[in-house]
């Protein structure tokens, strides 16, 4: 299964795009990440857009963490390329004018798919076979997604336990960062190390123990937990030298917050599992996109929380069903500095974040479960760019500073003789023009 990307240009700024070769990357490609960094504008989203229909065109469902909103389109597929398909979507009052955008939409989306030869039986196909499902958590404005602080009880627990303890140990960190996140917001994480190490073990033991913790009981739970710990020892240190009796009472205080600022209003909505995500619950015989719009979220820790808990969702997912070289899922995550170079949710080390623990935990495991990843930003700035090393291929469209090649530097030393002659090219880019670094270290 080929991955189609578009065009080999011999050079940015090319005119005629007839007779180019075509640009395809081997699934395994996929299967190692990508990493899709441009300025808006550069079209990004539109590159994750087809490489999102390439696999659904395969069979493979996909799952977007849309931070933005502009992923959202994927629903929007206009087979018979005819203007009345356009008029809906098009916010003018003024019939004549809106008749005239509508025909100006449609000449462009024709013209647009000739030079690529995507011919209407393709869009057609393409209309047929996906369903299109946006999931909006802690809002109606689209199907309704449940993400309560506190998720259930990991299926198989004690056969989990018995046979990789690791990933129970992980999900519980991730939760605890999930938390601490929301009730410390703006705080360095990493200066919070022991609150870290004694939720996380509280979390674990109640999942040992099958105290369900979800919901605004399990809240309320969590909150006498940490007033009066089951556990004496965080490893062999008495609990009170580890965490003193202060500072989880002001633990227990903050987490009570969470109830007062509307608990429930996270917990209502469908179930967050893999059988929502997939679509399993609603039988079909189409591939299911499923489009997480984040875009009413307004705090980056909300952000980073939804992101992990879902992302802990699909780990634990994928590990259940074992490892394969074969395709199951495409997850594509966009604008990881959504908030800002200066509140991202995939910071630079030291600094971490809850989703920051989930995306580097699926970069160095998802690819043998068969799940592939497509991560996307608009600037390097801010985020970890040393991390994203682990996609081993690059896409990289027209940047707003020069400077930023040497931020990528890290995460393509591989080429890094050739680093400033890139740097060179790129000034040149336009619109849907990329520099393309295959996992070879291949560059075109």
């Known amino acids: 299964m080929p991955v189609y990307l578009g065009r080999e240009i011999p050079f940015f700024g090319v005119k005629e795009l007839d007779n180019l070769s075509n640009v395809e990357l081997p699934v395994n490609d996929i299967l190692e990440h990508m990493f899709i960094c441009g300025a808006s504008g550069s079209g990004k989203t539109v590159l994750g857009k087809s490489i999102i229909e390439d696999f659904t065109q395969a069979g493979v469902p996909a799952l977007i963490l849309d931070n933005t909103g502009d992923m959202s389109s994927l629903g929007l597929i206009f087979p018979n390329y005819q203007p009345e398909s356009f008029i809906s979507w098009i916010n003018i009052d003024d019939k004549d004018e809106l008749k005239s955008q509508a025909i100006q939409y449609a000449k462009r989306y024709r013209h647009r798919l000739k030079l690529f030869d995507v011919s209407p039986a393709a869009v057609e196909t393409l209309a047929k076979n996906i369903r299109t499902t946006i999931f909006t958590p802690n809002n109606d404005y689209g199907v309704r997604l449940a993400v309560p602080s506190l998720p259930s009880i990991p299926l198989n627990i004690d056969q989990i336990i018995k046979e990789d303890s690791g990933q129970i140990m992980d999900a519980a960190g991730v939760i605890a960062i999930g938390l601490l996140e ?81 608990e429930q209003q996270w917990c209502n909505g469908l179930t967050l599992d893999m059988g929502t995500l997939l679509g399993d619950k609603v039988p079909s015989s189409k591939t299911q996109v499923s489009i997480v719009d984040l875009s009413q979220l307004e705090k980056t820790e909300d952000h980073s929380f939804v992101i992990a808990r879902i992302l802990l969702t699909v780990y634990q997912w994928m590990k259940q069903g074992g ?122």
Not at 184 to 201: A, D, H, M, T, V
Not at 228 to 256: E, Q, S, T
Not at 388 to 405: D, H, Q, V
Request: with cysteine; charged share 25%; hydrophobic share 40%.
């Open 182 to 262: 929301r009730i410390y917001p703006g705080q360095k994480l990493e200066l919070l190390e022991r609150q870290i190490n004694f939720l996380s073990q509280l979390i674990h033991h109640s999942w040992q123990s099958k105290l369900r913790l979800e919901g605004v009981e399990g809240i309320k739970m969590l909150v006498d937990l940490i007033q009066r710990p089951p556990v004496k020892r965080i490893g062999v240190i008495p609990m009170d030298r580890f965490i003193m009796k202060h500072k989880r009472k002001d633990l227990a205080l903050k987490i009570n917050s969470l109830l007062i600022a509307g």
């Open 323 to 444: 490892k394969t070289d074969k395709p199951r899922l495409l997850i594509y995550v966009d604008e990881l500095n959504r908030h800002g170079i200066h509140n991202p949710i995939f910071p630079k080390t030291p600094h971490i974040t809850a989703a920051k623990q989930m995306l580097n935990l699926m970069l160095r495991t998802a690819g043998k479960y068969g799940v592939a990843m497509v991560l996307g930003a608009s600037t390097t700035s801010g985020i970890d760019y040393k991390a994203l090393a682990a996609c081993k291929t690059w896409a990289i469209g027209s940047l707003s500073n020069p400077r930023e090649w040497q931020n990528l530097r890290a995460g393509l030393s591989d080429i890094s003789l050739k680093i400033d002659q890139l740097a060179r090219d790129n000034n040149l880019a336009r619109s849907g023009e990329f520099i393309l670094k295959k996992s070879d270290g291949e560059t075109c």
